[in-house]
């Protein structure tokens, strides 16, 4: 199997995302999480999961990548 942490890995009954170096520590995310809107608005398509994209946005931002 991958060990790309972008593939889910399972732990008992559930899967766990691996925190990649760089990626926001708990504790951060706990802070930024409640100034997000929410993941599943009330009309429309659902939002992706706002962790990994904002562990994208800051991807790209440290690495310079277009």
Same mark, same amino acid.
């Given at each position: /199997?991958f060990s790309?942490s972008?593939y889910p890995?399972?732990?008992?009954? =559930?899967?766990? /995302? /691996?925190?990649?170096r760089?990626?926001?520590s708990n504790?951060r !995310?706990? =802070?930024l999480?409640?100034?997000?809107p929410?993941e599943?608005?009330?009309? *429309?398509k659902?939002?992706?999961?706002?962790?990994t994209v904002?562990? *994208?946005?800051l !991807?790209?931002? =440290?690495t *310079?990548a277009?």
């Amino acid at each position: /199997m991958f060990s790309n942490s972008l593939y889910p890995k399972k732990v008992g009954d =559930r899967f766990a /995302m /691996m925190i990649n170096r760089g990626d926001l520590s708990n504790e951060r !995310w706990a =802070r930024l999480k409640p100034l997000l809107p929410p993941e599943k608005p009330k009309t *429309g398509k659902p939002n992706n999961d706002h962790r990994t994209v904002v562990n *994208g946005i800051l !991807w790209i931002l =440290r690495t *310079g990548a277009p």
